[in-house]
Antibody, heavy 116, light 108 residues
C-alpha cells in the first residue's frame, strides 16, 4: 500500500524552529518528486515547497522562502521540512504529497501551531 | 503563475440530486494534470479524479470529471449523504502546484 506518514508537528513559539518528517512506503520513493502543502485551519490548500528526485532542484512559496528548507534522504525513504523563524501565520496542517503513477498521494498531515 | 477559480463557492443540494462543480484556470492546463479532491472535516484530502477524467482507485462511478484547456467540471450524478464535503481542483505536473479555493457541497 502506498503510504505517506508525517510527524514532527507541535506547538512552537514565534521565532522558533521545527523539523517535519514524512516517511514513505509502498512505492519507489527515490523516483518521485515530493511536495509539502499546508492548510490553515478552516481554509484552503496552499503549496509550500517541492524537491526533485535527487534533491538538486527545490523551490518554495514566497511566504516561506529563506525560512524553510526541504530535503530528502532516499536511503531512509524520508522527506523533511526544516522550518525556521516561524511566525503565527505559519500555523497550519502540513501535508507531504506526491504524484505516484499519475495519481496524487497524500499523508494524513501534521499540525504546526506557532503561538506564545 | 496559474490561478484556479472554483464556482460556486457553496452548493446547497439534497441527497439524490446532481452536483456540478466548475474549475476555471487563468491559462491553459494540460488535461493530464488536473485533479479533483474531496475533503471532510478533520481529514486529509482524498483523490477523486486525476488526468481530468480518470477516477482514482475505489472511487464510485457517480463521480466523473471532464473538461480541457481552461474549463474543467466535476460531476456527482446522485449525491449520497457521504458526499457532502469540500471539493478542490488542483493543477499538478509542474511546480508550483495550484489549488482552487474550494467548493462546499452542503445539505439543503
Amino acid at each position: 500500500e502506498v503510504q505517506l506518514v508525517e510527524s514532527g508537528g507541535g506547538l512552537v513559539q514565534p521565532g522558533g524552529s521545527l523539523r517535519l518528517s514524512c516517511a514513505a512506503s509502498g512505492f519507489t520513493f527515490s523516483s518521485y518528486w515530493m511536495h509539502w502543502v499546508r492548510q490553515d485551519p478552516g481554509k484552503g490548500l496552499v503549496w509550500v515547497s517541492h524537491i526533485n528526485i535527487d534533491g538538486s532542484n527545490t523551490d518554495y512559496a514566497d511566504s516561506v522562502k529563506g525560512r524553510f528548507t526541504i530535503s530528502r534522504d532516499n536511503a531512509k525513504n524520508t522527506l523533511y521540512l526544516q522550518m525556521n523563524s516561524l511566525r503565527a501565520e505559519d500555523t497550519a496542517i502540513y501535508y507531504c504529497a506526491s504524484q505516484v503513477a499519475g495519481a496524487g498521494v497524500w499523508g494524513q498531515g501534521t499540525l504546526v501551531t506557532v503561538s506564545s | 503563475e496559474i490561478v484556479l477559480t472554483q464556482s460556486p463557492g457553496t452548493l446547497s443540494l439534497s441527497p439524490g440530486e446532481r452536483a456540478t462543480l466548475s474549475c476555471r484556470a487563468s491559462q491553459s492546463v494540460s488535461s493530464s494534470y488536473l485533479a479533483w479532491y474531496q475533503q471532510k472535516p478533520g481529514q486529509a484530502p482524498r483523490l477523486l479524479i486525476y488526468g481530468a477524467s480518470s477516477r482514482a482507485t475505489g472511487i464510485p462511478d457517480r463521480f466523473s470529471g471532464s473538461g480541457s484547456g481552461t474549463d474543467f467540471t466535476l460531476s456527482i450524478s446522485r449525491l449520497e449523504p457521504e458526499d457532502f464535503a469540500v471539493y478542490y481542483c488542483q493543477r499538478y505536473g509542474s511546480s508550483p502546484w495550484a489549488f482552487g479555493q474550494g467548493t462546499k457541497v452542503e445539505i439543503k
